[in-house]
């Protein structure tokens, strides 16, 4: 099985500032890593797939980025609908998920 | 448009079986794959199993003597049934739809349901 281990598990920005969450795969993934944002109470949301492409509607201050092992998601001018949780997804491999970040605002 | 809906009991006695249905719609289960995930209060979220649109089915290891997916193309609607529920099976239950490539690009709301007597 690959193990995903997403960092931080938690996170506090301020408005308008720039934030970074990274998962690491035990083995390389290939790019087949997705980002999900979830706000309390709602189901996930796709925001990133194939490590780097933004999926339709999201907003461009999202991006992803990595390969091999080590993936990110930025995002850039935070703000307040930003609050959510944030959970990576590889699949190249089952289970797939990472364990989440939960993002506030400081 | 795209939709799935999940539906079931909110309330399960414990040793119980659960059955939830995924009904789907914008789409044809031939052509994509509906997974179960399911996600404890606060916590984070666990793959339950597929059933791919060729029609077999994958399960996570860990529930796999538990779990049953199954599907009616007819009726659009994807069936979930676990057995032996216990108290941390108590959680929110969600259907998710993948394509060619194993992203999962929508969700369904999701059903909460509480193992308790």
């Not at chain 1, 339709?56 to 990595?66: D, E, L």
């Not at chain 2, 599907?71 to 979930?80: A, E, G, I, P």
Request: charge should be neutral; aromatic fraction near 12%; include cysteine.
């Amino acid at each position: 099985d690959i193990q995903m281990t997403q960092s931080p598990a938690s996170l506090s920005a301020s408005l308008g500032e720039t934030v970074t969450i990274e998962c690491r795969a035990s083995e390389d993934i290939y790019n087949g890593l997705a980002w999900y944002q979830q706000k309390p109470g709602k189901s996930p949301q796709l925001l990133i797939y194939n490590a780097n492409s933004l999926h339709t509607g999201v907003p461009s201050r999202f991006s992803g980025s990595g390969s091999g092992t080590q993936y990110s998601l930025k995002i850039n001018s935070l703000q307040s609908e930003d609050v959510a949780s944030y959970f990576c997804q590889q699949y190249y491999d089952y289970p797939p998920f990472g364990s989440g970040t939960k993002l506030e605002i400081k | 448009q795209v939709q799935l809906m999940e539906s079931g009991p909110g309330l399960v006695q414990p040793s119980e079986t659960l059955s939830l249905t995924c009904t789907v719609s914008g789409f044809s289960l031939t052509s994509y794959n509906v997974h179960w995930v399911r996600q404890p209060p606060g916590k984070g979220l666990e793959w339950m199993g597929v059933m791919w649109s060729g029609g077999s089915t994958d399960y996570n290891s860990a529930l796999k003597s538990r779990l049953s997916i199954s599907r009616d193309t007819s009726k659009n609607q994807v069936f979930l049934k676990m057995n032996s529920l216990q108290s941390e099976d108590t959680t929110t239950y969600y259907c998710a739809r993948t394509g060619s490539s194993y992203y999962f690009d929508y969700w369904g709301q999701g059903v909460m349901v509480t193992v308790s007597s």
